[in-house]
C-alpha cells in the first residue's frame, strides 16, 4: 500500500490565532475539544483555489455551474463507487439549511419528523425550524455496536411521520449505519409514504476499516424515498465557507429540490463553492492522509481510556473525529462536561444536548495532534482521581 501524505495537526500556538469559535470561546487554560472543527491545516489544493479567488478579486455571487456538481459526482465515484448524475446536485450554504429546506417542501406545520438520538443537537432545533415536531427513535445499542430502532422508526411513521432525518455516518458515536439496514429503512419509508433526509456530511471522514453506504445507493426505494445532503466541510474544515450539496437520484425527490425558493440556492459562498470543488477534485490524497492521522488518534485515545480512564465507556467510532464517552461511572453529577471544563479545563460535548439518551456522556474532538489529546485525556484523569472505584 501507498504510504499517505503526512498530514499533522497545528500547534496550540498557531491554532490560538484562529478566530472561529472553537478558539473564542473559552481562556487560553481551556483545551476546546468541544464543537466538530479540526485542528488541521487547510489542504494545500483548498488554500491554492481561495488564493487565486482572492488574486483575481473573484468573490461575488456563485454562478451555480455545473462544476461544484462535477467535482461532487466525481468524488462521490471514486469514494464511493455512488453514481451520481450532477444534474440532480444543487447546493446551498450549509447542510443544516439544505435540511430545513427540504423538510419544509415535505411536511405541514405540526408534523412529526423522525430523528434518532443520541444525535446531533441541532436536529431536535432543525425540525422546528421547518414547522415539524420532533418524533424521537433512539438507536439500540448491543454487543456488536449501534442498529437503528426499525420498529420505532416504522412506528412513527405508522403514527402520521412523514419525514426522518437519519444522520449517517451517526454523529456523536461516528458509526456509519450498516447497507442491510438502510434498505429496511428505505422499505419502511417506502410503505408509509415517508421521506429520509440523509444528513450524510460526516461521510468523507469514514475510517479506512469501515464503510460509508451512501443512502441514495441502496434501493430504488431509497432513490424514491430519499435525499442525501452533504458538503466538503468536515473532512477539509470549511465550515465558515458556507456551501453544501442536496443530491436526489428520482424525478420525485427533484421536484422537492427544485421546488424551493430560489434564494435557497443564491446563498452558496462563491469562496465555498471553489474550495469545496478544489477538495473534491484535488483533495483525496490529503484526505486520506488526515484519516491515518485521526486513525492514530482514535488508537491512542483507547489507549489512554485503558490506561488513565478506565472507568470511562467507549466504543471506537468508525468515522469522523468524535468520541461518545460514557462517564457514568465517574460520577460527576448531573453535568459531567460543565464539571470537567471547571475542574479540567477540557471543554467538551455536554452528552445531554444530545437528547436525554447522552445523560452522562461527554462528547470529544479528536481531531487535534496526539500531544493535546493525551494532554486533555491527563487532564481529565488528574480531574477525576478519587471520584470512583476503579477497579
Ligand atoms: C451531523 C451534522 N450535520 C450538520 C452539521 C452542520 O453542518 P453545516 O455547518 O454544514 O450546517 C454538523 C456539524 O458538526 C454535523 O455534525
Given at each position: 500500500m501507498l504510504e499517505s501524505m503526512d498530514v499533522r495537526a497545528q500547534t496550540l500556538d498557531e491554532l490560538r490565532t484562529r478566530t472561529s469559535v472553537k478558539w473564542r470561546s473559552y481562556p487560553a487554560d481551556v483545551l476546546p475539544l468541544f464543537v466538530a472543527e479540526h485542528d488541521f491545516p487547510l489542504a494545500e489544493p483548498v488554500a491554492d483555489a481561495l488564493h487565486a479567488c482572492i488574486?483575481?478579486?473573484d468573490t461575488g455571487y456563485s454562478s451555480g455551474g455545473p462544476e461544484l456538481p462535477e467535482a461532487f459526482a466525481g468524488f462521490a465515484l471514486s469514494r464511493w463507487g455512488w453514481q451520481v448524475d450532477p444534474a440532480h446536485v444543487r447546493s446551498t450554504a450549509d447542510v443544516s439549511m439544505g435540511i430545513v429546506e427540504c423538510l419544509r417542501g415535505l411536511i405541514e406545520p405540526g408534523d412529526r419528523v423522525v430523528i434518532t438520538p443520541p444525535v446531533y443537537p441541532p436536529f431536535f432545533e432543525l425540525v422546528r425550524e421547518a414547522g415539524g415536531v420532533v418524533a424521537e427513535a433512539p438507536l439500540l445499542e448491543d454487543a456488536e455496536g449501534w442498529h437503528l430502532d426499525l420498529t420505532a422508526i416504522e412506528d412513527a411513521f405508522a403514527a402520521g411521520a412523514k419525514a426522518m432525518v437519519l444522520c449517517n455516518p451517526h454523529n456523536p458515536l461516528?458509526?456509519?449505519?450498516?447497507?442491510?439496514e438502510l434498505e429496511a429503512l428505505a422499505a419502511i419509508a417506502e410503505r408509509h409514504g415517508a421521506t429520509v433526509v440523509s444528513d450524510e456530511i460526516h461521510a468523507p471522514l469514514t475510517h479506512r476499516d469501515a464503510r460509508f453506504v451512501p443512502f441514495l445507493t441502496v434501493s430504488e426505494a431509497a432513490r424514491?424515498?430519499?435525499?442525501?445532503?452533504?458538503?466538503?466541510?468536515?473532512a477539509f474544515n470549511l465550515a465558515g465557507l458556507k456551501c453544501a450539496v442536496m443530491v436526489t437520484a428520482?424525478?420525485?425527490?427533484?421536484?422537492?429540490?427544485?421546488?424551493?425558493?430560489?434564494e435557497v440556492f443564491w446563498r452558496t459562498s462563491h469562496l465555498g463553492v471553489h474550495a469545496s470543488i478544489a477538495a473534491f477534485q484535488h483533495?483525496?490524497?490529503?484526505?486520506?492522509?488526515?484519516?491515518?492521522?485521526?486513525?492514530?488518534?482514535?488508537?491512542?485515545l483507547s489507549r489512554l481510556i485503558h490506561q488513565k480512564l478506565p472507568g470511562v465507556g467507549f466504543r471506537e467510532p468508525r468515522a469522523s473525529y468524535l468520541a461518545w464517552l460514557d462517564v457514568r461511572r465517574l460520577q460527576l453529577g448531573d453535568e459531567p462536561a460543565?464539571?470537567?471544563?471547571?475542574r479540567a479545563r477540557v471543554?467538551?460535548?455536554?452528552?445531554?444536548?444530545?437528547?436525554?439518551q447522552g445523560t452522562g456522556f461527554v462528547r470529544l474532538n479528536f481531531g487535534c495532534s496526539p500531544e493535546v489529546l493525551t494532554d486533555a485525556v491527563d487532564r481529565i484523569a488528574a480531574a477525576t482521581i478519587g471520584t470512583y472505584d476503579r477497579h
Open positions: 488574486r483575481r478579486s461516528g458509526h456509519p449505519h450498516d447497507r442491510s424514491e424515498h430519499g435525499i442525501s445532503i452533504t458538503s466538503a466541510s468536515k428520482s424525478p420525485r425527490m427533484r421536484a422537492i429540490i427544485e421546488g424551493m425558493y430560489q483533495g483525496s490524497e490529503w484526505l486520506d492522509g488526515l484519516l491515518a492521522s485521526l486513525e492514530e488518534n482514535r488508537a491512542l460543565r464539571h470537567l471544563l471547571t471543554a467538551l460535548g455536554a452528552g445531554r444536548d444530545f437528547g436525554v
